[in-house]
């Protein structure tokens, strides 16, 4: 009889209209019933999962490139991540937070079903759920062990509860995306670089990315939202006499097919971008090592800020037994940077108009965080003084609750916006920086106004390290000459580069890149900072190719 | 004059044909070859004595399916998903006597070639010498700071054992082949998902059955060969595997695994759906076998390895061994390197290797191939005649007493070609039918006093050290399924666990007889130079004295929770199972 119940209990009609978030949702629930033998004592049985949650998210890519007008082997296709996550013991104690858990070899995770078939997303689920219950086991008896063995002043609490969100947003489909159209399109682009005598390479390449993330926890939680993410890159690549490899880069985010240049916009790009690249294979490199003044202008100073200031106020919460000295989250309530700086970080945003008047995406927006809460704006820093740092669940000692920052398994940036109380004309700052320069005995400040934007690792202690190899670098003379420079590299700096911010621009730049793996956006001012050291151009490159460039004829 | 003008004339005349079509990629290697040979002589006392390019042009597709649905990453959009240009480019500065590919003794060396370049995938001659020639100076640059390396070595260290040259003197090829044909003309991409969907089905209904898949990879390329000795090769090659593979886990924690395959060196040589499914079929229950087996304890005594099995079995024990490369390299374990006209095997015993076959019976051979990575034309090669050994497996890199290649230099793209195999054949003069072969097991158990002799049936691959010095030079034979055959009229029984170990040269001398029953085992070898397709052929082996070990246990436990119910069973209990 019983089985005759659930049987049609089964059949009856899925309640979310999405039959991978109802195999999610009774995968999950069975998932609160394991148990198993303690790892101390086979006798008792370990807790039952007291959260759990599960993550289903489809990923749709395609890539396209060309050098020199020719197309190279294109990549992409459709794949699907399944991960679920599983606390045992309470919100006070739990199985996470903690390193000493050792490695986790359990089966099941890192193949996954290709497609949505309930089936095999179910099947993975229930083995992904199985082994990570499997570990928490194992990981809270070392945690308990640990605790035993070490003195902790203080604990802090594993997780926090919150209104569980139901933010059901509607299945998109990937953009429909002619392939072949678009390897057409940037191998006619790249051939404009055929133009250059000098490029050893020059591509463009384009990518989509379009995900679709789904989301169930044990609390009621439940989530779906969809993104698309489409980038063109330009990259021209050379080598300087001396045997430095030189590089320029253009590149640009959008949601949609028409945010994207036009062809004639873009071949003006690509033109841009060889002769910038060939105009540096001419600039000086470098000879010394230069410690005064830097002006950040332009993309440079959204990353400089990512890489300052938002940065190590990500993953705050330290694991047990991992504490670092000095960081930069210790600070609340004090004076972290010059009184005039403000800061903001505000997901909810989803474009950005410049003073121009020009509307841009901003990718660090999301609709619900990865612990399915959601977003909220909060003020980081206000007239210097620090009022908060990014939260998710997971407690830290200052903040017992998140503000809906949690991106992947911490929490860390959305879009930050730095603003400042004191504006600034370019032209003054410019003023200023040779200024600054002749107290350091130079007689150029640096201006820098493209950083790469691979931001570094996770925060480590009071450590601050901005992007090494600025690309693009010019040296700014009392009479306002300017002149482009290559090869320099920045040392590490430490959080105290805040402090030594000496003006603020009255201008406005974006950047949409990746920190921490995670898509973020920062727009800031122009940015002047007293003192920064960095290396010289190194002197060790390899020669540059003993025969002249093959000939390329215009395509 | 009177030529030219009549040519013309003819060339009027002559009705519109095509102009034979041209090969940008061919033109650019040669073009750039001959322009980097002649522009970059090298340093001077580290001339630039020979230079090549190797590219495989084609493509590859691989799709595998799980449980009834594609897993890792499906429809590649595009039609020129899959596409691959590889470039491999070969400088040696010095003399052929001792160049940049000297072995450098002691400490590290983890050089095993320049690792391979992306080309671009149009035809597009500007392009592709844009990219020769960057590839070409990152070569020959690395190659005159490897000679110095070398140079320095060789004067710090004792004098070698083999001081034979490090470049053969071959002479150089010219065929041209026709190109490979595109994936998209000879395989229905979306048909194979479908099929592969269809095929991993019947795992669904198989609860006892951890991790499945039902796979197929298929490359079908072009190869290019041209160097400063005047070679010019192209050659087609098509490969295509579809395996089934699972794993189920024994109540003690014991994972097993059993993996079937079948190549085609033809598209049309690949299976039919039906016929593959008797292997899923036939997969499915020898993994629910397998769990319920019990396991085997450590065993020494006699064993019938069959075919198959055996192919394996000299392929690891005796194959790697007898690689050139390895007869010259101090670090090597050199089994057979002073035993060239002395027994190794059993006098009815004889072993050659022969790429040019291109099938055995209507089984088209794995290790076929016209011309290997160095440009050499593939040869048999007798390499154990009535026992004793005659020679070894040649790249161009020469041993002591052999200076030429016999066409064994290989390679996957990316690194540098060594001996390798391609078609290693067991042939046997001492054969019995297979009733009799089991007979002679059964006295060969009775005479030795053991309780039974086990039959190998299956072999899923194995490894070798062949290197002298830290883990011992034995091999390891991972059988799938095995047997113990009883001297009192029990039916045989299935056991689990059972690995294969010994070392070589014993276990040589412990072949009694073989089967008449020779047969193929195709597969893929890994070793320095990369994954290359070989075959294995031979005839079941008794052996007197087998070593077998029980393989280890994982510790895992099985999952708590029982498999999750199928949708399909939800939807429409009364069939169940698979949609």
Known sequence: MSALLSLVLAAAPAASGDPVIDVMEAELKRAMTLTMPSATDPKVMADKPYYARAYVTVEDELGVSANLGALSAPGGGRSLSIDTAVRIGSETFDNTNFSGGGFDFSFGRGRFPAEEDVDAIRRALWLSFDGNYKAAVEAIARKRAFLQANQVKERINDWSSVKPEVLVLPREEPPKLDADAWAARVKAASAACRASTKAHACTVAFRSRFMCQRFVASDGAKHRFCETKLELKVNAQGQAADGMPVGAEWSQVARTEAELPTEAALLERVKETWQLMEKKLAAPAAADDYVGPVLFTGQAAPVFFLATLSGPLSFPRENLGQRQQGRLTERLGKHVSVSRLSATDDPTQKTWTSPKGEVFPLFGHYPVDDDGVLPQPISLVKEGVLQTFYMSRIPTKAFAKTNGHARGSQASTGTLFVTTSQPEPLAELKKRLVQLAKEEDSDFGLLVSVLPSNLGDRPNGSTVNLPNLPLLVHRVYADGREELVRGYAFKPTSQRVLKDIVGLGDDLSLVNTEQFGQNVSAVAPSVLVKLLELNRARDDFGKPPALPRPVLSAK | ?579
């Not at chain 2, 449980?67 to 590889?86: H, K, M, N, T, Y």
């Not at chain 2, 395989?187 to 499945?212: G, M, Y």
């Not at chain 2, 002073?338 to 089984?363: A, H, M, N, Y």
């Not at chain 2, 540098?416 to 009799?436: D, M, T, W």
Request: net charge neutral; hydrophobic share 40%.
């Open chain 2, 1 to 579: 004059m009177l030529a030219s003008v009549l040519v013309l004339l003819l060339a009027q005349k002559a009705p519109a044909a095509a102009p034979p079509p041209t090969d940008v990629l061919l033109e650019a290697l040669t073009r750039e070859l001959a322009r980097s040979k002649k522009g970059l002589p090298g340093e001077k006392d580290a001339p630039l004595y020979y230079l090549s390019y190797r590219v495989t042009d084609g493509e590859t597709w691989g799709a595998s399916a799980s449980f009834g649905a594609l897993e890792g990453q499906s429809g590649r959009p595009g039609r020129l998903a899959g596409r691959v240009r590889l470039l491999d480019v070969m400088a040696r500065v010095g003399t052929r006597d001792l160049d940049n590919t000297h072995k450098v003794r002691g400490g590290f060396d983890f050089d095993f070639g320049g690792g391979g370049r992306s080309l671009p995938i149009d035809d597009d001659q500007g392009a592709l010498e844009v990219a020769l020639w960057k590839a070409t100076d990152d070569t020959v640059r690395a190659a005159t700071k490897d000679l110095l390396k070398v140079r320095a070595n060789v004067a710090v260290k004792v004098a070698e054992e083999d001081k034979a040259p490090d470049f053969s003197s071959d002479k150089p090829q010219t065929r041209l082949e026709p190109k490979a044909k595109p994936l998209s003309e000879v395989l229905d991409r979306e048909a194979w998902e479908a099929r592969l969907r269809r095929l991993s089905a019947p795992f669904k209904n198989k609860p006892n059955i951890l991790r499945s898949s039902v796979s197929m990879q298929v490359s079908s390329t072009t190869h290019y060969f041209v160097d400063s000795d005047g070679a010019k090769l192209r050659e087609p090659r098509f490969f295509a595997r579809l395996g089934v593979w699972g794993t189920v886990r024994a109540d003690d924690g014991m994972e097993l695994d059993f993996y079937d395959a079948i190549e085609a060196t033809s598209p049309d040589a690949l299976p039919t759906e039906a016929d593959f499914e008797k292997r899923v079929t036939r997969a499915l229950e020898r993994l629910e076998a397998l769990r319920a087996a019990p396991a085997i304890e450590p065993y020494v005594g006699p064993a019938i390895i069959t075919h198959r099995a055996a192919g394996v079995f000299f392929h690891e024990i005796f194959g790697h061994r007898i690689e050139g490369h390895r007869q010259k390299d101090a670090d090597e374990g050199k089994t057979f390197t002073k035993k060239v006209g002395q027994q190794i095997v059993p006098d009815f015993i004889s072993v050659t290797d022969d790429p040019t076959k291109r099938s055995w019976g209507e089984l088209p051979l794995n290790g076929f191939y016209l011309f290997d990575e160095e440009g050499q034309p593939a040869q048999k090669v007798n390499l154990v005649e009535k026992g004793v050994l005659k020679t070894f497996l040649l790249g161009r890199s020469p041993v002591k007493g052999f200076a030429n290649s016999n066409g064994h230099g290989r390679a996957q793209p990316g690194l540098r070609p060594v001996a390798r195999q391609g078609n290693l054949i067991i042939e046997s003069a001492k054969q019995l039918p297979a009733e009799q072969l089991r007979a002679a097991l059964l006295d060969e158990v009775k005479k030795r006093g053991k309780p039974y002799g086990l039959l190998i049936e299956e072999i899923s691959g194995g490894f070798t050290n062949t290197r002298a010095g830290g883990a011992p030079q034995a091999f390891k034979v991972i059988p799938q399924i095995v047997y113990r055959v009883y001297p009192d009229g029990r039916p045989d029984e299935l056991v689990r666990g059972v690995d294969l170990v010994g070392t070589p040269i014993a276990s040589f001398e412990r072949i009694l007889v073989t089967g008449d029953d020779a047969k193929v085992f195709n597969g893929f070898c890994g070793a320095e130079s990369g994954w290359v397709p070989v075959s294995a052929i031979a005839p079941s082996l008794l052996i007197s004295d087998l070593e077998v070990e029980r393989k280890g246990k994982g510790h895992e436990k099985g999952p708590l929770l029982a498999p999750p119910p199928l949708a399909g069973a939800a939807a429409a209990p009364v069939k169940g199972g698979a949609k």
